[in-house]
């Protein structure tokens, strides 16, 4: 028999199958972190990691001196990252191209001011450009980066390298919003061969590094692209 300790996902795991099995009831208050560490035979932080996990994930309310309870209503999440376009289409069996259709540095409208909480002064870069999925097109992105948080991609080579993937690589944010929407293709119904009034996948991102906005873009997808996330 090994002698080596019991880990918190093992914990986690149990107390997820108890939860399904209705050992602990919707509601219920479960058993607090010593009598769990003393049954698992571990320390009280293996459990408290256990707990944190569950709770994070939806299924367990815990609040200080009120104890842990189990969920009435799991909430779950969804998980989107955001993708690395090439790689999202090489997973597809798909040879990616990429095509820069417009780089310059610009006034942005108010709304995308809005957006990146712009003070006024700051220099923007706007691009768009097109993502092809064996040489048929994938996606339309038109995208404005704030260079005064990102000022070395003043000097890249945006013919040869997306700005999807220069941020991805170079910038890593902090955190960000998404927002998707099913919208008329409009202008970029032309780039991606389908008529302006068909229906697309329109997907709004802000990213920011802490305080400071990073980038905001506008992603419209080919009508036949369909979206997966993790739960």
Same mark, same amino acid.
């Given at each position: 028999?090994?002698?080596?300790?019991?880990?918190?996902?093992?914990?986690?795991?149990?107390?997820?199958?108890?939860?399904?099995?209705?050992?602990?009831?919707?509601?219920?208050?479960?058993?607090?972190?010593?009598?769990?560490?003393?049954?698992?035979?571990?320390?009280?932080?293996?459990?408290?990691?256990?707990?944190?996990?569950?709770?994070?994930?939806?299924?367990?309310?815990?609040?200080?001196?009120?104890?842990?309870?189990?969920?009435?209503?799991?909430?779950?999440?969804?998980?989107?990252?955001?993708?690395?376009?090439?790689?999202?289409?090489?997973?597809?069996?798909?040879?990616?191209?990429?095509?820069?259709?417009?780089?310059?540095?610009?006034?942005?409208?108010?709304?995308? %001011? /809005?957006?990146?909480?712009?003070? $006024? *002064?700051?220099?923007?870069?706007?691009? @768009?450009?097109?993502? +092809?999925?064996?040489? #048929?097109?994938?996606?339309?992105?038109?995208?404005?980066?704030?260079?005064?948080?990102?000022?070395?991609?003043?000097?890249?080579?945006?013919?040869?390298?997306?700005?999807?993937?220069?941020?991805?690589?170079?910038?890593?944010?902090?955190?960000?919003?998404?927002?998707?929407? %099913? /919208?008329?293709?409009?202008?970029? $119904? *032309?780039?991606?061969?389908?008529?302006? @009034?068909?229906?697309? +996948?329109?997907?709004? #991102?802000?990213?920011?590094?802490?305080?400071?906005?990073?980038?905001?873009?506008?992603?419209?997808?080919?009508?036949?692209?369909?979206?997966?996330?993790?739960?």
């Amino acid at each position: 028999m090994s002698d080596a300790p019991i880990s918190w996902q093992s914990i986690r795991d149990t107390m997820m199958r108890r939860i399904r099995t209705r050992v602990y009831a919707p509601g219920a208050l479960i058993p607090n972190e010593t009598e769990l560490a003393t049954e698992f035979g571990c320390a009280r932080a293996t459990v408290n990691r256990a707990l944190q996990d569950l709770a994070a994930s939806g299924f367990l309310d815990r609040k200080r001196k009120a104890g842990t309870r189990v969920m009435a209503e799991p909430r779950r999440k969804a998980s989107m990252d955001i993708p690395l376009i090439r790689a999202e289409v090489e997973a597809r069996g798909q040879t990616h191209s990429y095509r820069l259709l417009l780089r310059e540095e610009a006034t942005p409208p108010a709304a995308v %001011a /809005a957006q990146l909480h712009l003070k $006024g *002064g700051e220099r923007l870069l706007h691009v @768009q450009s097109l993502h +092809l999925a064996d040489d #048929r097109p994938h996606m339309f992105e038109d995208r404005w980066i704030v260079l005064d948080t990102v000022p070395a991609l003043t000097d890249a080579d945006l013919s040869q390298i997306s700005p999807n993937e220069w941020l991805l690589r170079e910038a890593p944010y902090t955190h960000g919003t998404i927002e998707l929407a %099913a /919208a008329c293709a409009g202008d970029a $119904g *032309g780039h991606l061969q389908g008529d302006p @009034q068909t229906p697309a +996948l329109s997907l709004l #991102r802000v990213t920011w590094m802490h305080e400071t906005a990073i980038t905001f873009v506008t992603q419209i997808f080919a009508p036949d692209y369909r979206l997966s996330l993790d739960l």
